[in-house]
């Protein structure tokens, strides 16, 4: 790690992690021995809590919030009948636990029956199922990350995908956000015999969408892969919530053997677990090669039971996919943003203290939105994060605009004021 730098992307002071620069409180204090492992839990929160970075308590989130403009849930399907009975029906039928990794006994009808069910809605010849969706990208990004390949990846890509190319053996080329000019620069710079180029559809922190289509053409031009991480498009995007790639017909076009997708079964399909999708060939490479995977017990019989539950839900009613693409325009409209891709709105706050301050009054009034503070914001500026679900009334829009106004009034003199720097 470089000198000035922390795990978390907060600034270091040097010579802070010396327990001898200060004198150490009690706690770090040990049978008259420095605490190494107490000094540095100390300075770590001190650092946090100077930079106004530290995180808010996650026991108590949702103590009386009656309108949840914060979560992933854009259909509104955690709690739906038919969804609950399907995760209960799995359990019945497969068991609690897997009871082993899906290479020994853990692969149940549970897990067949959904990854039938994604290949089709979401127009893959296969499709293969992961405990969460980190696990479907590191998966991916180590599988295909071989040495002689270079991963093209948008700055703003998730952090399970990031992880994953730091553990694949491939050069990792980082380019600009959504600059299809750099990612043409790096397919024809490339040594490499193979090139695997790495979006999100909608990007979870901004919520803006990739040139997919362009992307496309790049991919067949240089002879490229496409990786599409569908985590916040899938079940928002499109007439019944196939995604962006399939709304945009990519799947229709040559070159469609390019395109692999990912997704996590933990928004729109209201559950837990993640997928890959793409060919035949693909899905028997990761059953081979991905640690993740071959390692890992396989996902929990209800979470798969639940998603394809919520699967089935949001074909067979397209209105829910609609009403959360209304509920996105709507705040919009009131938080003076433009209508989003997706159901993600971001509003960019002047400081990490003056989100934190507009999450937590929403909050005293019954609203809960998210707050996207450095390092989790990619371009360093802290953020709002709203999410647009379908559950949400036009009632709870009126009560979200008129504690939204207020909020924001409250820092506007701030927003107008200052900017944070990028990092
Ligand atoms: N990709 C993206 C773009 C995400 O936003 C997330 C979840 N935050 C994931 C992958 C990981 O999915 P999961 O929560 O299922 O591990």
Known sequence: MEPGASTDGAAVPRGGLDAGASAPADATVRGGQVDQYAVFLRDAAQRREELGLTRMAVDDQLDGVSIDLAGNDYLALRRHPDVIAAAVAALQDDGAGAGASRLVTGTHASHVTLERELATHLGHEAALVFSTGYHANLSLMTALGTPDTVIISDAHNHASLIDGMRLAKARVAVTPHLDVAAVRDKLVERTEPRAVIVVESIFSVLGDAAPLRELLDLAIEHD?????????????????????????????????????????????????????????????????????????????????????????????????????????????????????????????????????????????????????????????????????????????????ERILHGVLRATSHERAGSSESPR
């Open 224 to 400: 490229a892969l496409l990786v599409v991480d569908e985590a916040h498009g899938l079940g928002v995007i499109g007439e019944r919530g196939e995604g962006l790639v399939r709304a945009l017909a990519l799947l229709d076009r040559p070159g469609r053997e390019r395109i692999i997708t990912t997704v996590t079964l933990s928004k729109s399909l209201a559950a837990q677990g993640g997928a890959v999708l793409g060919s035949a060939a693909l899905r028997e490479h990761l059953v081979n090669t991905a640690r993740p995977f071959i390692f890992d017990t396989g996902l929990a019989p209800a979470s798969a039971g639940a998603a394809l539950g919520a699967l089935r839900q949001l074909v067979a009613r397209p209105e829910l996919a609609a009403r959360t693409r209304e509920v996105a325009a709507r705040l919009a409209d009131i938080v003076g943003v433009e209508v989003p891709a997706g159901a993600v709105l971001s509003v960019p706050m002047p400081s990490p203290r003056s989100a934190v301050s507009a999450v937590d009054a929403a909050r005293r009034e019954g609203l809960r939105i998210g707050c996207f503070r450095p390092p989790s914001t990619p371009d360093g500026i802290s953020r709002l994060r709203l999410t647009a679900n379908a559950g949400i009334t036009d009632d709870d829009l009126a009560d979200v």
